[in-house]
């Protein structure tokens, strides 16, 4: 019972959080972007770029496998998808986020 009140409560902060970050734009240090769609014709570009231990977990991502699959395809990636996963440890992946964007 305490492991489901402590995700409730901490989904509960996160709910309030986003929702003054949204709609607030206080704390913020820029606006974020907007996408538009690409030009007719166009498609943008977007990649899991899995892990090499070919494990398929989604948050074992790196920027060198990001690289090599960009030097691959001789594209640049506009999207790049990952998942956190929980079971993992619930701390923010800052470092991923650090170098995707």
């Given at each position: 019972?305490?492991s ?7 989904f509960?902060?996160?709910?309030i959080a986003?929702?003054f970050f949204?709609?607030?734009?206080e ?61 993992q ?13």
């Amino acid at each position: 019972m305490g492991s489901i009140y402590k995700h409730s409560r901490l989904f509960g902060f996160l709910l309030i959080a986003f929702l003054f970050f949204n709609f607030t734009n206080e704390g913020l240090a820029q606006k974020p972007a907007k996408i538009s769609l690409p030009p007719s014709g166009y498609l943008y570009h977007g990649v899991y770029p899995g892990p090499e231990d070919l494990s398929g977990e989604e948050n074992l991502i790196t920027l060198k496998s990001l690289k090599l699959y960009e030097t691959a395809v001789r594209k640049k990636a506009a999207w790049v998808y990952f998942s956190h996963e929980w079971s993992q440890g619930e701390d923010f992946p800052i470092d991923t986020i650090t170098w995707i964007q």
